[in-house]
């Protein structure tokens, strides 16, 4: 027997939340979707699947690309629509098929996601086809996304557009098709690698965080479990088939009563105070609670709303929806929501301080102010680069500077003659580019007046041209011997780079910390898009030693050169912070400096210098090293807000187009 049998999900051990929360989207999608925040070997992927496997099977008309629901007009294609309403649909014409995981890759473009207009049957033949899209395939099944922090913006703001209406529409030169898409969206991540944007955080409907099970017999029973599954799938698989059955019947039950759910207008008028006492604006969050206290009551077999019902719904629809700033840790619990029904009765019922340490998990407070803010709280970078284009093409990769590309996931427009073309090897064609260079044909002219077709011929074809959005690798080259501790001039140095992430994340920039003191230089964080974990990092920066400065800017300029090597987008930029009064080198001091300067400058990567040598004996270093590598030079006693903003949105630090 060589069936594959997965997991099954009520062998899962703890993650309670997280299962509640799947069962929750199973049994009604209207939720809006799941995101699972977690490291890696919690179970995120594991859970996904076993719901598959889990949920009754369902009912689809045979050949149909939509898995369109023979039984409800609202969940069929045009075509199925036109076949039910007539009432051609035979025994024959419906089978039975469990639901499946559909994967939804992080590098795919929108028209592979959404699906396209079949182009060549439209120039040739005149017709309005579809060639379908994995939210096609994932119509009536669960979409799941792998690392969805690392998904395009454009990709999912269409695929969150499709889970919120049901509704996917195609719209390319001037044709429009739509199709059913009703799916169950589970996008998992882990925090480590980059946060979501607060829109699409706001754009799921549930999360919660799959943590480490720390007790020492549920994690024996995980290591049994697992063994014996890949031992024996069927019969481990067999052994909780009783299990699943009561599961599953559960969830159909709570399917059928779900549109009889009744909620009290003062269970809703407590939700709105609840959210509006935690400052969340989104009223997403109010219809969500209401949506998803009622599918737990379902599940409970209940036709009626309890305040527990609220209560959960309330942690599992807020949790992710509190967030503020990119470096705030905000957490909500029971004892938070507790706390706040307690005082609904109350004329002034107090602000929860989700900010205070007694309402962190962890029971412990990052010190924004003590660290960071009494640097200066008011350098800004908002609007850094947003005007620079470049010329080359590339791929798109973020929100900052525009330039030519030939990804899908830039905008299109306009269209252009291709240098060579066939149907098969390319799909991108800008059709009415295409229509109209071919209809300034005499032959075609004379169609037109004749009511015939116009021919399209080779020469006639033009393709998309298209402009994208990319971001910066910032590569911070930081000194932090001990000439850094003077004045305390470290402080500023951190409150400089600090200003720094606080546009990463909104411009979706990656950062990468490369540290020299001592004898050497390290890199204390590789390339990411996690500016949470750059910010706790350079916290910790000690400083002490001497200056190895020529290993930290070769180690920044190798990590510049990995990330153009491996073409990914991003633009790196070395931001060297340092006196420059190198002790540590190879032959000569300034001679292997300006050496590497040069090697910085061939290879054609930007470069800015802070320069924090004091003002007692200069050696202006930093301004030679500035002219080997055509690089910004600032000194770091003039930072401020304005200077900060000067630094980052130089004219001529990119070529405009």
């Known amino acids: 027997m060589t069936h594959f049998k997965t997991y099954p999900f009520t062998a899962i051990i703890g993650q309670d939340l997280m299962k509640l929360a799947l069962i929750l989207n199973a049994i009604n999608p209207k939720i809006g979707g799941l995101l699972i925040k977690g490291t890696k070997g919690t179970a995120k992927s594991t859970a996904v699947r076993a719901l598959a496997d889990l949920l009754p099977e369902i009912d689809i008309i045979k050949d149909c690309p939509f898995n369109c629901n023979p039984h409800n007009l609202k969940e069929s294609c045009h075509e199925c629509q036109h076949k039910i309403i007539d009432k051609k649909l035979k025994n024959n014409d419906i089978e039975f098929r469990k639901m499946r995981v559909i994967n939804l890759p ?3 473009t929108e028209d592979r996601v959404v699906g396209t207009i079949d182009i060549k049957k439209a120039l040739e033949e005149g017709l309005k086809a579809l060639e379908p899209g994995i939210l096609a395939e994932a119509n009536r099944n669960i979409l799941y996304i792998d690392e969805v922090n690392l998904l395009a913006d454009n990709v999912a703001d269409v695929l969150l557009d499709s889970a919120a209406m049901g509704i996917n529409i195609i719209e390319r030169e001037g ?3 739509h199709h059913p898409s009703n799916f169950i969206l589970v996008g998992t991540m882990n925090p480590e690698e980059g946060n979501l944007r607060p829109q699409l955080l706001d754009r799921f409907g549930l999360s919660v965080e799959a943590k480490p099970i720390l007790d020492i017999n549920k994690r024996v029973k995980i290591i049994k479990y697992v063994e014996d599954y890949h031992t024996d799938p069927h019969k481990f698989h ?19 009563i779900l549109n009889n759910i009744k909620i009290s207008d003062e269970q809703l008028e407590n939700i709105a105070k609840l959210s509006i006492k935690l400052e969340i604006d989104s009223h997403r969050a109010d219809i969500t609670i209401n949506v998803t206290a009622k599918t737990i009551a379902a599940f409970h077999g209940r036709t009626n709303v309890l305040d527990e019902d609220i209560k959960i719904a309330a942690k599992l629809a807020l949790a992710h929806r509190l967030r503020k700033l990119p470096f705030e840790e905000q957490v909500i619990d029971e004892d938070d929501i507790e706390k706040m029904f307690a005082a609904q009765d109350k004329e002034e019922a107090p602000k929860l301080n989700i900010n205070n340490p007694e309402y962190r998990n962890n029971k412990e407070i990052i010190n924004l102010k003590e660290e960071i803010f009494d640097i200066d709280t008011k350098i800004s970078t908002d609007g850094i680069l947003e005007k620079k284009r470049i010329v080359k093409d590339m791929n798109t990769s973020g929100q900052r500077i ?5 990804d899908k996931k830039g905008k299109y427009i306009g269209g252009q003659k291709p240098k060579d073309f066939n149907f098969r090897s390319s799909s991108d064609i800008a059709v009415l580019e295409t229509i109209n260079n071919a209809a300034l044909e005499p032959e075609n002219k004379n169609a037109f007046k004749n009511g015939a077709k116009i021919e399209i011929k080779n020469k006639h074809i033009h393709i998309k041209k298209r402009i994208g959005k990319s971001s910066h690798l910032f590569v911070f080259c930081v000194d932090a011997s001990g000439s850094m501790g003077a ?5 500023v140095v951190k409150g400089v780079i600090f200003s720094i992430l606080q546009s990463n994340y909104v411009y979706r920039d990656k950062v990468s910390l490369v540290v020299f003191r001592g004898e050497d230089a390290e890199v204390i964080l590789p390339p990411t898009r996690s500016v949470d974990l750059a910010y706790k990092l350079l916290k910790e920066i000690p400083t002490g030693g001497t200056t190895p400065l020529i290993k930290g800017l070769v180690k920044a300029l190798d990590i510049a050169l990995e990330e153009k090597r491996k073409k990914t987008g991003y633009i790196p930029l070395i931001i060297l912070i340092s006196d420059a009064r190198g002790n540590v080198f190879y032959k000569d001091a300034i001679d292997d400096l300006l050496k590497t300067g040069k090697e910085i400058s061939k290879n054609q990567i930007d470069m800015i210098i802070i320069d924090t040598e ?9 301004k030679k090293l500035s002219e080997s590598t055509n690089a910004k030079y600032y000194h770091i006693d003039t930072m401020n807000k304005e200077k900060v903003n000067e630094i980052l949105g130089m004219e001529g630090l990119f070529e405009n187009i």
Do not use: C
């Open 106 to 108: 992080i590098n795919a």
């Open 175 to 177: 044709i429009s098709i």
């Open 238 to 256: 067999d052994k909780f088939e009783i299990k699943q059955k009561l599961l599953r019947e559960k969830i159909v039950k709570a399917r059928k």
């Open 402 to 406: 525009l330039h030519p590309t030939r």
């Open 487 to 491: 004045n305390e001039r470290m402080i």
């Open 614 to 622: 004091g003002s007692d004996v200069k050696l202006e270093i930093n």
